[in-house]
């Protein structure tokens, strides 16, 4: 019994250790705690990186007082605006002003001076954290635009984790509190996204990664699996345009684009579709988000807001991706000045001529 009692105190003090060392420094820190969004306020990330083509070999990331990427608001700011979505819109691995985003600030503030414009983008948010997003903080703020990139993280997503469900009982509370049960998590999660394929990786050759060849059967069925979840998407994105409009937001959605194709790279001759990328390959992949695109436009058809289909428009070449989904310096380049000459063509954000 005794010796029980010693491996109990034991374990006790390793997990109290655990905890209060977590609480100073916590490398598998996550940015949602039971619901509830924590943004990483005032912090810079430093980050080496080896040989990655189409990157650079050091990256400076900063978040300012709000938790996103951009210039502090000041009151002299005439015109608000917000871009959201996941990792492909956050770009952690581009330095801070080559992300898409601020790309697009610097091109719309030559027509207005005065224009805020932040990076609110979150690495791994679906369109559950979008929601969450906009409930807990973006309202708050009232910006007069609002540009999502959405539906990639929604791919085969039906429900949130439970860890993910809002309850304000005192145990929830607790455990907001912990970092030791959300970083366990956190690290679950990272497992889960690379099984999907989604997690980052730096691909330095293309034509050595590993391939994955399905007929046309097997992909017909992975497709088939996906339309379940088509639904919950359309209703959370549905949910955030109303919130939009009740607010008088103006939304602006925005196609995913990403390698993943069909189609021979026209930098490396490699086949797109082969590509393994989680349990699929590129082609299944890329029809998958396709299908997530189209019920993107369908939604901003039906309710009248802004649709910029950039997955049309980029073409699937490796100098604009340095894997199968996150930009390069030049494809955020060109993300940017696709987002800004559809925002002139079709005049989306008329707020953006000088006044």
Same mark, same amino acid.
Request: neutral net charge.
């Given at each position: 019994? +005794? ?40 912090? =810079? ?17 900063? +978040? #300012? ?9 000041? @009151? ?41 414009? #932040? ?41 949130? =984790? ?39 990786? !730096? ?25 379940? !979840? ?66 993107? !436009? ?22 604009? !991706? ?14 940017? @000045? ?18």
């Amino acid at each position: 019994m +005794k010796r029980a009692w010693k491996i109990i105190r034991f374990i006790l003090i390793i997990v109290i250790g655990l905890e209060i060392f977590l609480h100073f420094y916590n490398p598998f820190s996550g940015r949602v705690k039971n619901g509830e969004i924590v943004l990483p306020r005032n912090v =810079s990330y430093s980050v080496g990186i080896d040989h990655i083509p189409g990157l650079d070999s050091h990256i400076l990331h900063t +978040k #300012n007082s709000f938790g996103f990427r951009g210039e502090e608001l000041r @009151d002299d700011h005439d015109l608000k605006v917000l871009c959201m979505g996941g990792s492909t819109t956050e770009c952690f691995y581009l330095n801070d002003g080559r992300d898409w985003p601020n790309l697009l600030w610097k091109r719309l503030k030559q027509e207005r001076p005065k224009i805020w414009l #932040n990076n609110a983008g979150m690495d791994g948010q679906s369109s559950f954290g979008h929601l969450a997003m906009l409930k807990q903080y973006i309202l708050d703020l009232k910006p007069d635009y609002i540009i999502l990139m959405c539906g990639l993280n929604d791919i085969g997503l039906q429900n949130p =984790s439970t860890f993910d469900t809002y309850d304000n009982t005192w145990f929830k509370k607790v455990y907001n509190f912990l970092e030791l049960p959300s970083t366990i998590v956190n690290i679950i999660r990272a497992g889960d996204a690379k099984k999907a394929g989604l997690q980052h990786r !730096f691909f330095k050759d293309f034509s050595k990664e590993e391939k994955l060849v399905l007929n046309d059967s097997q992909i017909y069925r992975q497709l088939k699996d996906q339309k379940k !979840f088509l639904s919950g998407y359309v209703e959370r994105i549905t949910e955030f345009t109303n919130l939009c409009k009740k607010n008088n937001i103006g939304l602006i959605f925005v196609s995913q684009a990403i390698l993943f194709s069909d189609e021979q790279d026209p930098f490396t001759d490699v086949n797109l579709g082969e590509i393994k990328t989680g349990t699929t390959n590129g082609r299944g992949k890329s029809l998958m988000m396709k299908m997530y695109n189209e019920a993107t !436009f369908n939604l901003a058809d039906t309710m009248h807001v802004g649709f910029i289909n950039l997955s049309a428009r980029l073409p699937k070449d490796t100098r604009f !991706f340095y894997d199968g989904y996150h930009f390069t310096n030049d494809g955020a380049e060109m993300v940017a @000045d696709i987002i800004y000459d559809e925002i002139k063509t079709q005049g989306l954000m008329p707020a953006v001529k000088q006044k």
